[in-house]
């Protein structure tokens, strides 16, 4: 798998979210839109002219210089603009000065994506590799980034394209294309591109949301757009752009996201000399009619496994972590003894968190529940060997649970 450069990490911030944050700004710095030299600046920043806006928002800066909104976009446009810059020195200057203004956007409050994205950016800037082993699509996607800066799109375009023809495997290539597209309005030429990079590489979020913006800014497909977003969190669930696309779309269209409430009254402390202390909550074990007397099984589920269970499943590995196999089968014999409560006909009225509990389970979306909304170092290890085979049911969860629009 190839990796990206400079500017593949701060394209993770796609041409939709700049156009809802230009958006944003006319809405929240209205009272300065009688400085000409702002709305400019945010009007070059907003259609991709980083190298241009520098000199401007540089101004901006130090006559407001505690605007988090211009010191964002001066930081930003600042590492944006370093990619057509080839002499070292001047470039780390600009990447330490882009740094500088961020952190102070970030101080005065500002915690936007785009703020994140930016910060991120600067961070990795010493660990870049290149796009391409084809030095001639290696040469092409620069020229292309610095197209990009400048504003010159259909440029960037031409470039990207050819390098993609020059090495069909290269991922960066189709999803700037795409973005080239999206930034032209030319919406089914970016689902076009989005698709080919997804084809090269369908577990990596980044042309998922990004087909996924173009469903919603540009042409307002509701539910197509939430397909992508979710295809975006299914390719890296545990990365936190995976979910910006999702929470945007929940936001534009007043949806309201979660996880049902499951929250096992008790803990299994990590073994230790052999020894391992199982908490219960004192109430789960009172016999009230609702079912709860079955967490007591729960803790004793993941004991197993941490004794016995966790060496048998995976024999390769030298020491014990909380894995999904652990966390599903405890909650698996919860469901199992709730069940077998009901039958005896010892269930009054079933507890709701178990009765959305068992409903997980009858649907088979337990294993998905536990890699969204239990997940810790441990489970996440075991998230790709289950994503081979059930891919389906990760997105069902996603879209029945998590996003659901009923």
């Given at each position: 798998?190839?990796?990206?450069?400079?500017?593949?990490?701060?394209?993770?911030?796609?041409?939709?979210?700049?156009?809802?944050?230009?958006?944003?700004?006319?809405?929240?710095?209205?009272?300065?839109?009688?400085?000409?030299?702002?709305?400019?600046?945010?009007?070059?920043?907003?259609?991709?002219?980083?190298?241009?806006?520098?000199?401007?928002?540089?101004?901006?800066?130090?006559?407001?210089?505690?605007?988090?909104?211009?010191?964002?976009?001066?930081?930003?446009?600042?590492?944006?603009?370093?990619?057509?810059?080839?002499?070292?020195?001047?470039?780390?200057?600009?990447?330490?000065?882009?740094?500088?203004?961020?952190?102070?956007?970030?101080?005065?409050?500002?915690?936007?994506?785009?703020?994140?994205?930016?910060?991120?950016?600067?961070?990795?800037?010493?660990?870049?590799?290149?796009?391409?082993?084809?030095?001639?699509?290696?040469?092409?996607?620069?020229?292309?980034?610095?197209?990009?800066?400048?504003?010159?799109l259909d440029k960037a375009?031409?470039?990207?394209?050819r390098a993609f023809a020059?090495?069909?495997?290269?991922?960066?290539?189709?999803?700037?294309?795409?973005?080239?597209?999206?930034?032209?309005?030319?919406?089914?030429?970016?689902?076009?591109?989005?698709?080919?990079?997804?084809?090269?590489?369908?577990?990596?979020?980044?042309?998922?949301?990004?087909?996924?913006?173009?469903?919603?800014?540009?042409?307002?497909?509701?539910?197509?757009?939430?397909?992508?977003?979710?295809?975006?969190?299914?390719?890296?669930?545990?990365?936190?752009?995976?979910?910006?696309?999702?929470?945007?779309?929940?936001?534009?269209?007043?949806?309201?996201?979660?996880?049902?409430?499951?929250?096992?009254?008790?803990?299994?402390?990590?073994?230790?000399?052999?020894?391992?202390?199982?908490?219960?909550?004192?109430?789960?074990?009172?016999?009230?009619?609702?079912?709860?007397?079955?967490?007591?099984?729960?803790?004793?589920?993941?004991?197993?496994?941490?004794?016995?269970?966790?060496?048998?499943?995976?024999?390769?590995?030298?020491?014990?972590?909380?894995?999904?196999?652990?966390?599903?089968?405890?909650l698996k014999s919860v469901?199992?003894?709730?069940?077998?409560?009901?039958?005896?006909?010892?269930?009054?009225?079933?507890?709701?968190?178990?009765?959305?509990?068992?409903?997980?389970?009858?649907?088979?979306?337990?294993?998905?529940?536990?890699?969204?909304?239990?997940?810790?170092?441990?489970?996440?290890?075991?998230?790709?060997?289950?994503?081979?085979?059930?891919?389906?049911?990760?997105?069902?969860?996603?879209?029945?649970?998590?996003?659901?629009?009923?």
């Open positions: 798998m190839r990796h990206s450069s400079l500017m593949f990490r701060m394209l993770t911030v796609s041409a939709a979210l700049l156009t809802l944050l230009w958006i944003a700004d006319v809405r929240v710095f209205g009272q300065r839109t009688e400085d000409p030299e702002l709305v400019r600046a945010f009007q070059l920043f907003h259609e991709s002219k980083f190298t241009e806006a520098v000199p401007l928002l540089e101004k901006l800066a130090t006559a407001y210089p505690d605007d988090p909104a211009v010191l964002e976009k001066y930081g930003f446009a600042l590492y944006a603009a370093t990619k057509s810059i080839r002499d070292p020195q001047t470039r780390k200057s600009m990447i330490s000065r882009a740094k500088k203004a961020l952190l102070r956007s970030q101080q005065l409050g500002n915690d936007s994506n785009l703020l994140k994205a930016g910060l991120e950016g600067v961070a990795s800037a010493d660990r870049e590799t290149a796009f391409s082993r084809n030095k001639e699509a290696e040469e092409l996607m620069h020229q292309g980034e610095t197209a990009y800066v400048q504003g010159e375009t031409a470039a990207y394209t020059l090495d069909p495997q290269l991922y960066e290539a189709p999803l700037f294309a795409g973005d080239m597209y999206f930034k032209k309005k030319e919406w089914d030429k970016a689902a076009e591109w989005f698709a080919k990079a997804i084809a090269i590489d369908p577990d990596r979020e980044t042309a998922h949301r990004y087909w996924g913006d173009a469903l919603m800014m540009g042409q307002n497909k509701r539910e197509d757009s939430r397909q992508k977003f979710v295809d975006a969190i299914v390719a890296e669930p545990y990365n936190r752009r995976s979910w910006v696309g999702l929470t945007q779309w929940a936001q534009q269209y007043s949806v309201r996201l979660g996880h049902p409430r499951i929250i096992p009254p008790g803990n299994v402390s990590p073994l230790k000399d052999n020894k391992m202390t199982i908490t219960l909550d004192s109430n789960s074990m009172d016999d009230k009619g609702d079912g709860s007397s079955a967490w007591v099984v729960y803790g004793l589920s993941r004991a197993a496994w941490q004794t016995e269970k966790f060496a048998k499943k995976f024999p390769n590995e030298k020491s014990y972590r909380h894995s999904l196999p652990e966390e599903s089968d405890a469901v199992q003894s709730v069940k077998l409560q009901m039958k005896e006909g010892r269930i009054k009225q079933l507890d709701p968190m178990l009765a959305g509990l068992i409903k997980l389970h009858d649907e088979q979306l337990i294993e998905p529940y536990v890699l969204f909304a239990m997940t810790d170092q441990g489970i996440a290890e075991d998230y790709a060997a289950y994503r081979k085979t059930n891919r389906d049911r990760l997105r069902t969860y996603l879209l029945e649970y998590v996003s659901s629009i009923q």
